[in-house]
């Protein structure tokens, strides 16, 4: 089965302060890894999509990287209005009519 | 619009009613997907289109759920007999064509609220 896993759950920075978000997933036949951030009261906004190893992406202070086993999400000295909600998502053989199978987010928060 | 414009964006109803949620997804997009983000959880799948066929309805959490699709745009999803447990919010996203690598683009979700 097709699992999708995301850590931390929460994370508490300090503006300025650089760390990262982990996606690791268990998939057959992945299509595709995507990057969403969410605001409270709203919908998903994408951010990325990375498909094969060793690829990288970047977006201002972010920068998503794959593995065969994992992606990560990299915050470089963040802002207070980078606080969201980050959600995982993949994209796989199994998946009906490409949809997407999401992780449980990471609530980040970044304080002045 | 410019964006998936989801309404009502919040719903209160007693246990019991019916209540249907509407997508209206981004102009000339012919795929659409429907979730359901519930507390806690991640984006759950419920179904999707390809133009106006839903080909796989076996997300549906139950038989009280339905969906459809008319003139390749705007899509209804009806929740019959709501129970507690279909609180919830729900998302559509909608992709420009069926196929892999595209990434969806989501509307802000109906707040789905059963009393």
């Known amino acids: 089965e097709d699992q999708v896993t995301q850590s931390p759950e929460a994370l508490r920075l300090q503006e300025g302060e650089s760390s990262s978000l982990n996606c690791s997933y268990t998939v057959s036949g992945l299509r595709g890894l995507f990057w969403y951030r969410q605001d409270p009261g709203k919908g998903p906004e994408f951010l990325f999509t990375?498909?094969?190893a060793g690829e990288e992406k970047e977006k201002e202070r972010l920068k998503a990287t794959l593995t065969k086993k994992e992606s990560f999400l990299h915050i470089t000295a963040p802002k207070p209005e980078d606080s969201a909600t980050y959600l995982c998502?993949?994209?796989?053989?199994?998946?009906?009519?490409?949809?997407?199978?999401f992780g449980k987010g990471t609530s980040l928060l970044v304080t002045p | 619009g410019a964006g998936v414009s989801q309404s009502p964006s919040n719903k209160v109803t007693e246990k019991g009613k019916d209540v249907e949620l509407r997508c209206d997804p981004i102009s000339g997009h012919t795929a659409l997907y429907w979730y359901r983000q519930s507390l806690g959880q991640g984006l759950e799948f419920l179904i999707y289109f390809q133009g106006n066929s839903a080909p796989d309805k076996s997300g549906l959490p139950s038989d009280r759920f339905s969906a459809e699709r008319t003139g390749g745009s705007v899509s209804t999803l009806t929740i019959q007999r709501t129970q507690q447990e279909d609180s919830a919010v729900y998302l559509c996203a909608s992709t420009p064509s069926y196929g892999s690598n595209q990434p969806q683009h989501f509307g802000d979700g109906t707040r789905l609220s059963i009393l």
């Open positions: 990375l498909y094969s």
């Open positions: 998502a993949v994209q796989a053989g199994s998946n009906s009519g490409y949809a997407l199978n």
